[in-house]
């Protein structure tokens, strides 16, 4: 691998004063023109009209192409934890975007990594898909995204894009099939996995292999003929920060773009592992001076880590800029979750630095902080510093950008359970597309949870991990969040105890398909319901006072159920034959196709 250059804090832009030593020169009487002049001036003119004609066609044909697209996935970022919430901390960059377009102040993804990734790249709900509940893919365990249906990258590369994933997959590899370059992506730089060491790119913890972890860094491609490559391990990028790494990439990205592929659009997505845990960020990030007012150290070295994606985003869209097709470009932002309270970093359990105040919850749960997520679009044809507080689901971003870029709806392999929210960013429309839209059905901890309109329904516990309050950010002094929850031990082995009896119940009678299962006669106290037009914080459950709605919403979620699908995410440890110890000591997959 060829030596990273850093990509960091990017360099100040000084404002250039208009130089305004000009002065006038060569004044000249017209009656001196001869008809040498005269011949000049109109060859000059001829000249001029034949370039402003060629600047039309050119600018006309730039309009006349489908933009390019420029999709931010940060991971775990918190609704507090983003500058245009009014937030302690700083992220100049991404607020400049965010108020030079549409900020989404109700957009949901999924409660977890996982689920939000599948929800994304299929415009369905993950427990059609297996992949439903507060439960990653873990490293090494099978379960991965279906192969059977075609992602957002295979329709957008049939559309003429040229795609490129940048970061994280978490969507499962255990065969070729299901790796991101025969998933639709020209070329993967990033790690499969969930989760690693920022600097070593190496897996711990869950993800491994009975105890055994493993390198996570490589770059996939298809060759010229459309085949894959995936034996291209970034041994070189170990040391190197995975923020630099990325970035570097995409700006490379950008510059073979403009020069090989001039004329055909680009997909970028941006998968940043930040800012998950473990929490590893360079000084330079943390000391942004922006942020200095903040006093918790668990806060500010977490605002370094935002900050660093912050940083990055603005090297990408300078590199946009530089050839010239930031104009031509449509940004959008999402959080794949909330922010997640507390990290295991080497089995000690700290806080993250994270807040989602003043919303309900944490990451995983079904209260609002679980999905609601800071997100915004902006670009070409977007119109600028709007806010709108429409509800919009993470599985709209398919069915939208198929009416947004006028994609091939017939290549569509899948129903979707998305909407079309076109018409509500062309400022169109202030009203949703949506009916309903389900935050997720789960029967291993059986829970499920709904909205409709201003009504959300949660039915059984919202938080497996009994993170149930609501949590400012860290103050000075602060070393834990008040009454944060379980414990992670305590959490991980309740997991497990819920798994093991969703198994255990499976070998005498098939996994239920109705709200009865989570509800039977006499459990009211299961139900919840919230009128998020008044109460959007979640403090008054008023199921007993709308006995109607919570009739009507539980309908629908008996109607929704019908489609509901085995989970395959079941925390299962990785198998044998995927240890890293097989590769190397990196993760590769380990099944033929035939056997997944």
Not at 392 to 416: A, G
């Amino acid at each position: 691998m060829s030596e990273v250059r850093r990509r960091g804090v990017p360099a100040e832009v000084s404002s250039s004063s208009e130089n305004a030593a000009v002065e006038e020169k060569e004044k000249k009487s017209s009656s001196r023109c001869s008809k040498l002049n005269r011949f000049l001036i109109g060859l000059v003119a001829v000249v001029s009209i034949t370039a402003i004609v060629l600047i039309c066609w050119h600018f006309l044909r730039k309009r006349d192409k489908k933009p390019h697209v420029l999709l931010l996935i940060a991971d775990d970022l918190g609704w507090a934890d983003v500058g245009w919430h009014s937030s302690d901390i700083s992220t100049p960059y991404l607020t400049g975007l965010a108020k030079d377009g549409i900020i989404l102040r109700q957009f949901y993804s999924q409660p977890i990594c996982t689920a939000s990734r599948a929800a994304l790249f299929t415009g369905r709900y993950p427990f059609k898909l297996g992949l439903q509940g507060s439960r990653p893919i873990l490293a090494g365990a099978p379960g991965s995204l279906p192969l059977d249906m075609k992602l957002l990258p295979e329709l957008m590369k049939k559309d003429g894009y040229k795609t490129h994933l940048v970061g994280k997959w978490h969507l499962g590899f255990e065969t070729l099939r299901h790796t991101p370059v025969m998933r639709g992506f020209d070329t993967f730089t990033g790690f499969y996995n969930g989760m690693q060491d920022y600097y070593t790119h190496m897996t711990s913890g869950f993800d491994t292999v009975n105890g055994t972890g493993g390198y996570d860094m490589r770059r996939d491609y298809l060759d010229s003929d459309g085949n894959p490559h995936i034996d291209n391990i970034l041994w070189g990028a170990n040391n190197t920060y995975n923020n630099y790494l990325f970035t570097e990439e995409a700006i490379n990205i950008i510059e073979d773009h403009s020069v090989r592929h001039e004329e055909e659009p680009l997909l970028l997505v941006m998968s940043y592992p930040n800012p998950h845990s473990p929490i590893q960020v360079p000084d330079e990030f943390v000391n942004f001076q922006d942020n200095s007012n903040i006093e918790n150290s668990f806060r500010k070295t977490y605002a370094g880590l935002v900050y660093a994606m912050d940083c990055s985003v603005a090297n990408i869209t300078m590199a946009l800029k530089e050839k010239d097709m930031f104009d031509d470009t449509i940004v959008i932002f999402i959080s794949d979750n909330g922010g997640s309270l507390t990290s295991v970093n080497q089995s000690v359990v700290q806080p993250t630095g994270s807040s989602n105040y003043p919303l309900r919850g944490d990451k995983g749960t079904l209260w609002e902080a679980g999905s609601r997520v800071p997100a915004f679009i902006s670009g070409r044809n977007v119109p600028k510093g709007q806010t709108i507080d429409a509800m919009v689901h993470i599985t709209d971003i398919y069915p939208t950008l198929i009416s947004y870029l006028d994609l091939d709806n017939d290549y569509v392999s899948h129903d979707l359970d998305g909407s079309d929210q076109s018409k509500l960013l062309k400022m169109e429309s202030d009203e949703t597309a949506h009916e309903y839209f389900i935050y997720d059905i789960d029967p291993v901890y059986e829970q499920a949870a709904i909205r409709y309109g201003k009504w959300k329904l949660i039915l059984g516990a919202p938080a497996a991990n009994e993170v149930d309050g609501w949590y400012q950010p860290l103050k000075k002094g602060q070393t834990a969040y008040q009454d944060s929850g379980l414990p992670m031990k305590l959490y991980v082995e309740k997991a497990y105890a819920m798994i093991g009896a969703y198994k255990a119940s499976l070998e005498s009678n098939p996994m239920c398909k109705s709200v009865a299962c989570f509800y039977p006669e006499g459990t009211e106290d299961k139900v919840k319901l919230f009128d998020l037009s008044v109460d959007q914080y979640e403090f008054n459950n008023v199921a007993s006072q709308h006995p109607d709605t919570v009739r009507r919403l539980l309908d629908i979620l008996d109607k929704e159920m019908l489609e509901m699908v085995p989970p395959v995410n079941l925390l299962d440890g990785g198998v044998a034959d995927a240890s890293p110890n097989h590769f190397n000591g990196t993760w590769m997959p380990w099944m033929d196709a035939s056997d997944s």
